[in-house]
């Protein structure tokens, strides 16, 4: 019987994604193996398999290392908001409440979704978040380094040609107000846009690196105000990380 490579090579990325799980003493039960398995497919072979591209898209001029490890250049129109999640190749974005975070349970933190992830951070003035993503994850930064630590000075070198600021600006949403005042990514400074109600909660809580902006007396915020604060600090390259509902 002979075995496509690819298939093979999918395979045993995904066995290392689960060693990887295994010395972190993590759970290795998987909800669905077919939602797993198929999502290794496009990154276990060499260059990434594209699924579609527009023709024509702009580029920043990535340095060679990065532009071949991403599969060629990468740039964006500004004001521009895009999006990263991990999705299965049958459509799986969320698992359910029984899994914290389920990105991380889907991707098995495998290191080319982490590049990826690295990268689109690197482009962007801001990350956008919503509040259940950062409860969700309690020691994560929403920088570029936290996901891909070595290329971070590499990504550092990129955010400084194209003019950025050292880190992405974060931008946490909730309309509760509901935000653990010691996540090291409210304590390295962040955003909170909320409601009238919320601010009231955090009101003097949240460290001085912090901003609050009540954007609305209603139970939640239109996303076309979260835009426009950002926009109005500055930022046209907007990188939402929130749900993929968003
Ligand atoms: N596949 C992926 O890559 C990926 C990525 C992210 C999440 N997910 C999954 O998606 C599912 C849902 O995630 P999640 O509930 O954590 O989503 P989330 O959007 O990160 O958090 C939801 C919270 O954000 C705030 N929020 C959202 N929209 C708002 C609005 N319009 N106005 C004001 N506040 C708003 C609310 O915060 P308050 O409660 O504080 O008011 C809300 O409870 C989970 O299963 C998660 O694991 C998957």
Known sequence: MSVEPHYLQTAEAYLRALERCHVRGEDLAVPSVASVFISRWDKAAEPPHVV???????????????ASGYGGDLGFVAPCVYGNFVASLDGVV??????R?????????????????????????????????????????????HVWPEGAAELGELRRRLGRSAEPELMVVSARGDVPLGHPAIQSGAVVATTTAGARRLDRRL????TVLALGDGPALKMADVIAALSARGHVLVLTEGVPAW
């Open 207 to 210: 460290p001085s690196s912090c």
């Open 52 to 66: 579609y591209e527009a023709p024509g898209l702009p580029g920043c001029g990535l340095p060679w290392g990065l």
């Open 94 to 99: 969320a698992l359910g409440p029984e899994y």
């Open 101 to 145: 975070s389920s990105g991380s349970a889907i991707s098995q933190r495998e290191p080319a979704d982490r590049f990826v992830m690295a990268l689109l951070r690197a482009m962007a003035d801001a990350v956008l978040i919503g509040a259940g993503t950062l409860r969700a994850t309690p020691a994560h930064r929403w920088i570029p380094g």
